[in-house]
C-alpha cells in the first residue's frame, strides 16, 4: 500500500491557491444501464485507435502535469469517516459550502479558483492534445504512452466542460452542445483523427475495449465525488503503473469505494467488462487493493449493494464557486474581498484537521513506500533494440 505524503499545510495552500497564473507553463444490483451495445458498424470507427506499438516516439505531458499541479488539490487516503456538516456562515441560516459527508475524500479540483488565463491554457493545450494523432501515429507509440494520452485526453476535456459552465453541482447534468440534449458524457465533445468522440467512448469504445485489466478503470475522472480522482500529476509513459494504482488504492479503500456494506455506483458501469460475475470479481479485485483492516468489512458483507449516487461536483465548494459568500480580509476596519470564497477557505481549514489525524493514525504512519513492477498495463510488442544507443526507451512496460 502506497501514500503520496505531499499534504500541505492550510496556510501553504491559501498562498498557493492565491498564487499568479504561469501561462507557461441504495438498491440492488442492476446492469441494465451500464453500458450500452454497440453495433458492429459504430464499433469499426474507432478500430483505428487499436494499439500496434512499433516505434519509438515518446509523447511528453509536461504542460498537462503543470496544469493538473496547479489545479488539483490532493486530499489523501481517506480515514473512512463521515465528515460533518459545516457550520452555516455568520449571521444565517444558509450553508454554501460542500456539505457532503464524503468531501473530505478524493482529490479536488478547484474550479472557483480558475481565471481567464488558465481557462484559456485548458483550451489551447486541449487543442493540442486532439490534433497530437494528426502529427504522430497515436498506434504505434507505446501502449503506456498511448493510455496515457486517452487518461490525459478524456479529463482535460471533462475539465474544460465543467469549467466553461461552473459553478455547477451536478456536472453529468451539462448538456456541453447547444440544441444537444446529450449530456456531458455522451455529447460527441472532441475529435480525433476526424472522429468524433464523446467521454464514453474514451473509456468504452477505446481504453476499455483494447486494455484488459481492470486498474485503468481507475484513470478517468468522472468529475464527481463519487469516481476516482484526478491525480495532481498527468499520466506519462513512466508514472502510469504506479499513478494508477495510486488511484485505485485511494478509491477503493475510501467510503465512497466500499462504505457500510455498499459500493461506488461506478462499478455499476465498469461491471459488464471488468467484472462480470460482480460479487466474485469485485471482492477479488478488492482484495488486491485494499487494506487488511477494510476488507475485512468486505468478508462481513454477504451480498454487495451500490451506494445512493454521489453526482455532487468534487470541488472545494459543493458547486457553489464565488456565488458563496466570499472571504474578506480586513485592513483599517474595511472589508476588502480577496477573491477566494468562503467555502474554499473553509474547505481548506477541514482539510487540515484531517491531515493532522493523518498524522496521528498508525496505517498511515507506518506504511512502507513499496514501487515495483505491477502487471497492470498490457504488454508491448518485443522491439528490437535501438540503433540509437542514446535513445530511451523503457521495454519493461
Do not use: C
Not at 206 to 222: A, M
Not at 312 to 322: M, V
Amino acid at each position: 500500500m502506497t501514500y503520496l505524503k505531499t499534504l500541505l499545510g492550510s496556510a501553504a495552500l491559501i498562498g498557493f491557491l492565491t498564487a499568479p497564473s504561469q501561462a507557461a507553463t441504495s438498491g440492488t444490483l442492476d446492469h441494465s444501464q451500464a453500458a450500452s451495445i454497440r453495433s458492429a458498424s459504430v464499433m469499426d470507427q474507432f478500430s483505428q485507435f487499436k494499439p500496434n506499438p512499433s516505434s519509438y516516439t515518446r509523447l511528453d505531458f509536461e504542460v498537462m502535469d503543470l496544469l493538473v499541479e496547479r489545479i488539483v488539490l490532493y486530499m489523501g487516503p481517506s480515514l473512512r469517516k463521515m465528515a460533518t456538516r459545516p457550520d452555516a456562515f455568520t449571521g444565517t441560516r444558509v450553508v454554501k459550502k460542500h456539505t457532503s459527508p464524503y468531501r473530505l475524500e478524493g482529490n479536488k479540483i478547484i474550479y472557483s479558483m480558475f481565471d481567464n488565463t488558465q481557462k484559456n491554457i485548458v483550451r489551447d493545450y486541449l487543442k493540442d492534445l486532439t490534433e497530437i494523432p494528426d502529427k504522430v501515429d497515436l498506434t504505434s507509440l507505446s501502449r503506456n504512452d498511448q493510455l496515457s494520452y486517452w487518461f490525459n485526453l478524456h479529463n482535460l476535456a471533462l475539465i474544460k466542460e465543467i469549467m466553461e459552465v461552473y459553478p455547477k453541482v451536478n456536472p453529468k447534468d451539462i448538456k456541453p452542445r447547444a440544441n444537444s440534449d446529450a449530456k456531458l458524457h455522451d455529447a460527441k465533445i472532441l475529435v480525433v483523427k476526424g472522429v468524433p468522440l464523446s467521454l464514453r467512448d474514451i473509456r468504452e469504445n477505446i481504453v476499455y475495449r483494447y486494455w484488459d485489466n481492470p486498474i485503468v478503470i481507475y484513470g478517468f475522472h468522472d468529475g464527481t465525488l463519487g469516481s476516482p480522482s484526478l491525480p495532481a500529476v498527468a499520466f506519462d509513459r513512466n508514472n502510469i503503473d504506479y499513478t494508477l494504482r495510486q488511484n485505485a488504492e485511494e478509491f477503493i479503500n475510501s467510503l465512497r469505494g466500499f462504505g457500510f456494506g455498499k459500493i461506488a455506483p461506478y462499478y455499476k458501469e465498469v461491471a459488464p467488462r471488468y467484472f462480470p460475475n460482480l460479487e466474485a470479481d469485485l471482492r477479488q479485485h478488492f482484495k488486491r487493493y485494499m487494506r487488511p483492516e477494510v476488507y475485512a468489512e468486505v468478508e462481513k458483507t454477504s451480498a454487495f449493494k451500490y451506494h445512493r449516487t454521489m453526482d455532487i461536483i468534487s470541488d472545494t465548494t459543493g458547486g457553489y464557486g464565488k456565488y458563496a459568500a466570499p472571504q474578506n480580509l480586513y485592513i483599517n476596519n474595511e472589508a476588502t474581498d480577496i477573491g477566494i470564497p468562503t467555502g474554499t477557505v473553509d474547505f481548506v481549514r477541514q482539510r487540515a484537521r484531517k491531515v493532522q489525524q493523518l498524522q496521528e493514525t498508525e496505517w498511515f504512519l507506518n506504511n512502507t513506500v513499496i514501487i515495483e513492477d505491477i502487471d497492470t498495463i498490457d504488454p508491448d510488442l518485443d522491439l528490437p533494440k535501438p540503433r540509437d544507443p542514446g535513445v530511451d526507451v523503457d521495454i519493461h512496460e
